[in-house]
């Protein structure tokens, strides 16, 4: 089954949702962009997930379009998102639409709008 990591970046933290299908595996709340001291901070993260997965995940960043560009180093500066043989990045609008709940991880706040995101992949994806 497919994996995927939504991100959502702010002024004030770095939201992280990994899912595989419906159901959540990791949640995680990081410090924001700007608190970042090593510009391959999240390149390296997401590097290290698809090794501990053993699978290439979709990775969905979730960024309006006037921050789209060079986003935590997974976009270009025209706000495309990266793809390497580790993970692909698609940048999404925050916006998106319910699906079935899958299986909850617990214990660090309100992921709905990440989930979102990767249901809104699901739904393209024809899953």
Sequence with gaps: MDYTVAMMPSATRTRV???QGPDELLRAVL?????????QA?????EGLALWLGAKPHVVLCVD???????LGLTDEVGLGARTI???VEV??????RRRRGQR????????DLR??????????GN
């Design 17 to 19: 949702l990994v899912s």
């Design 31 to 39: 410090p924001p962009p700007a608190s970042v001291h090593h510009e």
């Design 42 to 46: 999240s390149i390296r993260l997401l």
């Design 65 to 71: 379009d006037k921050d789209a560009a060079f986003c």
């Design 86 to 88: 580790y993970f692909d």
């Design 92 to 97: 999404r609008s925050p916006r998106g639409r």
């Design 105 to 112: 991880v617990g214990g660090v706040g309100d992921f709905a």
């Design 116 to 125: 979102q995101l990767w249901l809104l992949r699901l739904i393209s994806d």
